[in-house]
């Protein structure tokens, strides 16, 4: 608690803007959304979605509540395969081999051991701090004590969470904060070191100060990782990413550059929601 | 602004009726707790001053003074041993397979029905069963075994539907979560929701063994002897392989046959040796109660 106090003093917004980067629609596609349809039973959820994910970028999600932004992140890690009579058409490609996410072909398994995800509303195991950033890691066979308090420590440092929780590694995950939880379960989604990480509206369940505290820890996760971050404020997407994908009835009405997309909309719509004429 | 109505006598009234159902809910808890404290005290009181090491260590006798129950207690440890060792593997692996594996179809519907009823099935039919198929069809004869299997097959719906149900009230976060991070379903189930689920799964284990160890009738169905002199095989022998398992085929009694017996007499003073042995009893029922929840307690303490 006592660094999120701190951090009450640094204002909420970015200084530097992150759209300053030149060229950023060149940069190497690291996943290809192509065609993409999806059907919860017979009730069709997304509509022909199709757009590139750009390899080191944030990409933000926005449009109203039920667009389908949460199920078009689930469908990059086949979450949607965990319940029975959901159907996917098209291909979500992940680059650089071309492997295509959603074929029936491709076991579910591979996705989600490159692909990292953290939910709208943090889900810590029941377990120790500890032993949650090392699940990953445990899932995919290591033992190696040194290894994993390397690379738990690793994690929670990058998602800055180390200095709060190092003493007490071993506590219960379920006594930190909201704001540690959902840290925490950032941290726990970059241990395995996943070449994309989603992010579901990981701060509507936070207060401003550790919704601050995520939004700087995306930018610099930036640097390393390809991430997807869902949102419903659009401040929040006009701060953290590059590329922007506005969703409403789950078709995907218009994708570009943030800049763009925030200052010289192509669509009526996207105009109308981002200056708050609905949604 | 309307004038709103006053408030206060609605709230007055919902006092009311909260209160009025507590102290009912208490009059009737009470009124079971003094019934229940009642007939335990009643056998304490009848049963302490047969309490003593004899009582543990002689075979039974026509001579009240003289008889015992170590042919039964070592009975009921040996039964119990068979029927955890059966029961709780096979109940709690069925009922991980019917909540995480299986895919809803007809057959999974009709085993999922079978188990569901098969916990309201009176145990005497049990006993039948097992006398048909485990004594003359299997040729297993009147044997620790055959008691051991028929007990695990009693409270198999137990412990399934309580290992179903402690799944089920897992958060969906949880599986979603070691899902999204690349778990398979294997170790989604043993690393992440056995361990969250064990507080349920474990009262579930403790309800039917703790239902097992008191069932007569099926006991008695197999023919467990109401009267015997002799013990068991050891399972501990002197020469290699050091293990033995013939007291798996031996005959047996157990404590509630014993009791039964023992009731059934005329003389008093075999009713208090009754009562003694259902002290027993009802301490060893406790006993793994208390096992229970103090591993719940525990587990519990890492959830926070
Ligand atoms: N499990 C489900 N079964 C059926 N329909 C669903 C399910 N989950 C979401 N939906 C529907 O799909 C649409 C998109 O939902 P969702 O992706 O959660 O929207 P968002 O995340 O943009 O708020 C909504 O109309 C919602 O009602
Ligand atoms: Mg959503």
Partial sequence: ?279 | MHPSPDPLPRIRAARRRDLLFATAALVVLFIASLVLFGLILDLVVRGAPHLDADFFTNYPSRRPSRAGILPAWVGTTLVMLVVAVLAIPLGVGAGIYLEEYARRNWLNDVIEINITNLAGVPSIIYGLLALGLFVHGVGLGESILTAGLTLALLILPIIVVATREALRALPREMREGAFALGADRWQTVALFLLPAARPGILTGIIVGLSRAIGETAPVITIGALTFIAFLPPPPITAEFPWISFDWLWSPFTVLPIQMFNWTSRPQPAFHELAAAAGVVLLVMTLAMNALAIYVRYRARRLLG
């Fill in chain 1, 1 to 279: 608690m006592k660094a999120d106090a701190a951090l009450a003093t640094t204002p909420a917004v970015r200084r530097d803007s992150p759209h300053a980067e030149p060229a950023a629609a060149t940069r190497p596609v690291k996943a290809r959304v192509e065609r993409l349809s999806f059907w919860y039973g017979s009730k069709q959820a997304l509509f022909d979605i199709t757009m590139p994910i750009h390899e080191r970028c944030v990409t933000a999600l926005i449009g109203p509540s039920g667009c389908g932004k949460s199920t078009f992140l689930r469908c990059f890690n086949r979450m949607h395969d965990l319940y029975p009579n959901n159907r996917y058409a098209g291909h979500i490609w992940l680059e650089p081999e071309g492997i295509d996410i959603i074929s029936p072909k491709t076991d579910p398994m591979v996705p989600r051991l490159r692909i990292g995800m953290v939910f709208q509303k943090p889900n810590p195991f029941p377990k120790s701090i500890y032993e949650n950033v090392a699940a990953g890691l445990r899932i995919r066979g290591v033992r190696n004590r040194a290894i994993l308090d390397e690379q738990v420590e690793k994690s929670l440092r990058r998602a800055a969470l180390w200095d709060e929780v190092k003493d007490r590694l071993h506590a219960s995950a379920f006594d930190l904060s909201g704001g540690q939880q959902q840290r925490l379960c950032i941290a726990r989604a970059l241990a395995p070191e996943p070449e994309v990480l989603l992010l579901d509206e990981p701060t509507s369940a936070l207060d401003p100060i550790a919704t601050a505290h995520i939004e700087e820890l995306v930018d610099e996760l930036r640097e390393s990782y390809t991430i997807v971050i869902v949102t419903h404020n659009m401040q929040q997407a006009a701060r953290v990413s590059q590329f922007t994908g506005f969703f409403h009835l789950g078709k995907l009405i218009e994708f570009g550059e943030t800049e763009q997309i925030f200052t010289t909309p192509r669509e009526s719509m996207t105009q109308d929601y981002i200056t708050g004429r609905f949604g």
